[in-house]
């Protein structure tokens, strides 16, 4: 009987820091300690193997859960750990050991059961690959990291000594470790997803869960799809694998062909629209978050770099399928408001957070006003705030209080700090910082930013690209203008700053290039934008004349490497050019 491994809780959380109370500190120079946790479950991993690379000592985790590479010399390790319930899997993490400290590293590793396909729980495995898209779709990972950064909204602090950093300056090659975390973690899931669809295509096996067959394999395809989705946007051409069964007779030999991976995802997205329920939670895939998710590969395949245009048409068609079938929020605001959730009529999709230990978006650290980000990561790129009204041009010191007719603004900027449960307007927009998500009014001295279930498809998008794909095959058509103008009147509570008429088809989308920027801001959209526009080069041409200091920007990096770890292991992975 075939085994399967459920590999769909496997993710590892990994902190470093330096506590002089738990190891002595080692009084060579050129020397310093690594303390490793590994934990499987809530349990020590006992029998797991630890070694560094360079390589030092090999060490073996007993009861505690705890291994300390003593007095080895500072510098760059790679850590890995071996299961021996899994020892075909690798878990590692890097780490730079400074002289005379003792960083310390924890691999908090789920638990893995093994389970024959007689065993396999359908349903749990469902509920769990839908919960493991926190871990990508998140305030402190897909927002920031991919989502807005280096682009013309947001940039990392420089003083902020993180990943971030690295990433909006476009300093990144096959090695970085958060270009190999996000690839592992892409196909970790994607093999739980693959596990579901194997078992359930397979007719002799028993399902014992209410939902009908085919809504199951639906969801899973519709989670496979976006996984995909995400993979080919940022690696520009993955390995696509659509079976959890690993052939060992050879090296890896998956298809690595982003035409291919399109297709494959179409077909997916296809079948979910044909096989899940009209209508569901926003927390599950149904036929219209799949039809929105189609028309937005659509989108992708007709930009850069495939520039198949006729997908434009394609996508207008499920575009025109949703309009209607959803509500724009009155108030902006409201629709990252905590207490809407579960009434919100604009979002088609969300990944939940319930602010539970676990399960919460890490808000606080990096977003809110000064006084309130605890990690103070995220800046806004200058001129941004000027983008809300052309009229004005905002200098220290700006003069309060700001009118602004746009109630994006306000919502999106914090013109403000918090110092001693007070409001302090900031008169010098270097100290502005990027807002959206908070309960309450604005300003307020009792600012909250929120553990917020993250938005991934709205409608707001849906109108925008509706307006987007008509200009691309029609022109600015009243069909076109209405659908833009939607955004734009809840924008400014009247129809006065609607489009202005008579625009050609190139003046309208320079409209949809601005408002696609105001509307989405600081959720994920931007650089995939400007990527698909083709017009990510130009930004940071701009960004780099106009700022102290410049984005390393090469024409190939507008999408990641393939990671080493994946070329090392796979001798037919090929490497994306120019790395």
Request: charged fraction near 20%; hydrophobic fraction near 35%; aromatic fraction near 12%.
């Amino acid at each position: 009987m075939k085994n399967y491994i459920q590999y769909f809780l496997l993710f590892f959380v990994l902190y470093s820091c330096s506590d002089d109370n738990t190891i002595s500190e080692v009084e060579e120079i050129d020397s310093g300690n690594i303390e490793v946790t590994v934990l499987l479950g809530s349990e020590a991993a006992i029998g797991a193997v630890v070694t560094t690379n360079p390589e030092t000592r090999t060490l073996v985790v007993g009861e505690s859960g705890v291994v300390v590479f003593n007095t080895i010399d500072s510098g760059n390790y790679v850590v890995n750990v071996v299961l021996n319930q899994n020892p075909d899997f690798v878990y590692f993490q890097e780490i730079v050991l400074t002289k005379n400290e003792t960083e310390k590293i924890i691999f908090n590793i789920p638990e893995i059961p093994v389970v024959t396909e007689q065993e396999l729980d359908v349903d749990f495995l469902l509920n769990a690959s839908y919960d493991n898209l926190r871990s990508i779709f998140n305030a402190d990972a897909y927002l920031s990291y991919w989502g807005d950064t280096g682009t013309d909204i947001l940039k990392a602090n420089p003083n902020f000594d993180s990943n971030l950093v690295d990433l909006d300056a476009y300093s990144f090659n096959a090695q970085s470790t958060i270009v190999n975390q996000v690839w592992t973690e892409h196909y970790i899931q994607i093999r739980g997803v693959n596990l579901g669809i194997d078992y359930l295509l397979d007719s002799s096996n028993v399902v014992t869960s209410e939902i009908d067959r085919k809504e199951l394999e639906a969801n899973f395809k519709f989670l496979r799809s976006l996984l995909y989705f995400n993979l080919i946007k940022i690696y520009g051409n993955p390995l696509l694998s659509i079976t959890a069964e690993i052939d060992l007779s050879g090296p890896p030999n998956y298809p690595q062909n982003p035409n291919t991976t399109f297709a494959q995802i179409e077909d997916d997205l296809l079948y979910a629209i044909e096989n899940l329920p009209v209508s569901n939670s926003n927390e599950r895939g149904n036929q219209l978050s799949a039809r929105l998710l189609l028309a937005k590969v659509y989108m992708t395949m007709a930009g850069f770099p495939l520039n198949e245009s006729s997908k434009y048409s394609n996508a207008l068609e499920q575009l025109k399928v949703l309009q209607g079938q959803y509500e724009l929020m009155v108030g902006y605001n409201s629709i990252f408001n905590e207490e809407n959730e579960s009434s919100n009529s604009e979002i088609i999709f969300k990944i939940t957070f319930d602010g539970g230990e676990n399960s919460k978006s890490s808000f606080n650290d990096y977003w809110g006003p000064l006084g309130i980000s605890s990690k103070d990561a995220l800046l806004l790129v200058s001129g941004f705030e000027n983008s809300f009204n052309k009229a004005l041009s905002f200098e220290n010191p700006v003069s309060f209080p700001i009118e602004i007719e746009d109630n994006r603004f306000k919502n999106t900027i914090a013109t403000f700090s918090i110092s001693g449960g007070s409001i302090v307007n900031e008169e010098d927009p270097k100290n502005w910082r990027p807002l959206k998500w908070y309960n309450g009014e604005l300003p307020d001295a009792n600012f909250e930013s929120i553990s917020f279930d993250y938005p991934l498809l709205r409608y707001a998008d849906v109108l925008l690209l509706l307006a987007e794909a008509e200009n691309e095959v029609n022109g600015p058509t009243p069909l076109a203008y209405a659908a833009i103008n939607q955004v734009r009147e809840r924008a400014f509570g009247n129809t006065e700053n609607n489009v202005p008429g008579n625009l050609n088809k190139e003046q309208f989308f320079n409209i949809i290039y601005l408002e696609r920027k105001l509307e989405l801001c600081f959720e994920g959209y931007r650089r995939d934008d400007l990527v698909r526009w083709n017009k990510l080069q130009d930004v940071i041409d701009n960004f780099n004349s106009t700022n102290d200091f410049s984005k390393d920007y090469q024409p190939h990096e507008y999408i990641w490497p393939i990671p080493q770890s994946e070329i090392d292991l796979n001798p037919n992975a090929i490497q994306n050019p120019g790395y």
